[in-house]
């Protein structure tokens, strides 16, 4: 009995594999639509000696039979409906879980275009395909090189020396095969603007580390109305939680972003209004000097295979593209499925600023009521109300995009001061002036301000309420 008993333990890895290499093939089959009436006939009639895995995992054979059944009379992939197709819905469902159905609707009925596929550009469009994006176009002309391979999100030593496009194009019709690639060996510019940013795309994607591309790219969605959003300089960081999302407005502590920003305004009139990625931390590399195959120092400009191009390579932490692709993808995915997200401000702030405006409140308490006793915050509190509700400027300047050293000298004339003067300064119930606008503000009451100004004080109202709700206050 007990020579039994080992015997069948013995023999269930082999019908686990083999159940699981029965589905396998099944799904092969059925991701590519040329190969639909073959898997019907397949099913149908399987081969000879291979084993029956119904009993097995009797839910997933279901699945796939109820698929091939389905599959005569769908006739190609193009037709499904993404939201009841049994596989396709499944593999989707933590995603409707989080947004709903609707939004996962939107998802799959959008487009995105990936121009760029690099570190950033693959992490950005794998994530895009593996949260059911139906539509991708990916753009790029160059390959898939040896040294990459430390930073890009699918390609392996078997892609070194293959199209970055079509490199993606193969590994993610293994991941959704119903998805619509249109890989393309292209390089984005005035002749290919009109094919590439073709057909009203729900956003672009720009993931490109040339200023003379980016700009251009940047300055035609523009023109063209096309929500876009940018990668700026990935390369020479290292720490995850310095990368931001904010307008190209407030970049300024980014090199690429910096420049690309001076001849947006420079060459196109654009000043804000596009969406980046950054890193707020300084680069802790250098370009790398170039060296001729003869291994001496040379010019890079005369190896320059593409005009404004880059030559020289710049250090890589591959984690660091990874996230900013990460951080492009979910910013698009929640914007599409209607779950936008509300991006942190960037503020060139430091605790020294946060210790000083605590001060000047408990100062201005003191001066106001004759007593500071009532101010019960922290300066982590401070922070809060200063980053998170007032985002570093006066409430009456809220439209403002100064940041950088303007930001920091601003700060010099700035204050916390009761929005309601009869209620204790909370957090729910303090405001961010300029000296000028506290004193202002102390000397009327809340029902004057309603009455006067009902747009302010519903903006100041509204953006409280959110530290009321948050800190039950």
């Not at 097995?56 to 059944?69: A, F, G, L």
């Not at 992490?123 to 539509?135: D, F, V």
């Not at 660091?320 to 991006?343: C, E, N, R």
Request: charged fraction near 25%; glycine fraction near 6%.
């Amino acid at each position: 009995m007990q020579d039994l008993r080992l015997s069948r333990e013995s023999l269930r890895p082999a019908i686990l594999f083999a159940s699981f290499a029965t589905v396998s093939l099944i799904t092969t089959l059925l991701a590519s639509p040329r190969n639909r009436k073959r898997a019907v006939e397949w099913f149908k009639k399987p081969p000879s000696g291979i084993p029956s895995v119904a009993n097995t995992i009797p839910r997933r054979v279901e699945v796939i039979r109820n698929e091939v059944e389905r599959m005569e009379s769908i006739g190609s992939s193009a037709d499904l409906d993404f939201i009841t197709d049994d596989i396709v819905s499944e593999q989707f469902t933590r995603n409707t879980q989080f947004y709903g159905e609707d939004g996962q609707k939107k998802v799959h009925e959008s487009m995105v275009v990936v121009i760029g596929l690099g570190g950033v550009g693959s992490h950005a469009a794998t994530m895009l395909l593996r949260a059911g994006i139906a539509k991708l176009r990916l753009i790029d002309f160059d390959q898939v090189s040896l040294s990459s391979l430390n930073r890009h999100a699918v390609a392996t030593r078997a892609d070194v020396g293959t199209s970055k496009a079509l490199c993606l194009q193969k590994h993610f019709k293994e991941i959704f095969p119903e998805c619509e690639i249109d890989a393309r060996v292209q390089m984005f510019d005035t002749s290919t603007e009109e094919e590439i940013l073709a057909g009203s795309p729900d956003f672009i994607l720009d993931c490109i580390d040339n200023i003379d591309t980016k700009v251009a790219l940047l300055a035609a969605c523009v023109r063209k109305g096309l929500k876009v959003l940018s990668a700026t300089g990935a390369g020479a960081r290292a720490d995850p939680s310095r990368i931001r999302i904010t307008d190209i407005s407030e970049s300024s502590i980014d090199p690429l972003s910096r420049s690309v920003r001076h001849r947006l305004r420079r060459e196109h009139n654009i000043t804000s209004g596009i969406p980046v990625v950054i890193s707020t931390e300084r680069p802790k590399a250098k370009l790398l000097p170039f060296t001729a195959p003869d291994g001496k120092e040379a010019n890079p400009l005369d190896y320059q295979v593409v005009p404004g191009f880059r030559v020289r390579t710049i250090p890589v932490l591959g984690t660091i593209p990874a996230i900013f692709g990460q951080v492009m993808a979910s910013y698009v995915i929640t914007s599409i499925a209607g779950l936008a997200v509300q991006t942190e401000p960037v503020l060139n702030l430091d605790v020294d600023h946060y210790a000083l405006l605590h001060q000047r409140l408990v100062e201005r308490e003191e001066l106001l009521f004759g007593t500071a006793s009532e101010v019960e915050l922290d300066k982590e509190e401070v922070a809060y109300v200063v980053r998170e509700i007032w985002r570093g400027r006066s409430a009456r300047a809220q439209g403002s995009r100064e940041v950088g050293r303007g930001m920091w000298n601003a700060m010099k004339t700035l204050t916390l001061t009761r929005w309601d003067v009869s209620k204790p300064p909370s957090i729910a119930n303090l405001v961010l002036f300029t000296f000028s606008e506290a004193e202002e503000h102390e000397a009327i009451t809340l029902e004057f301000l309603k009455k006067e100004e009902p747009q302010f004080y519903d903006m100041v109202e509204k953006r409280l309420e959110v530290a009321r709700r948050e800190f039950n206050c």
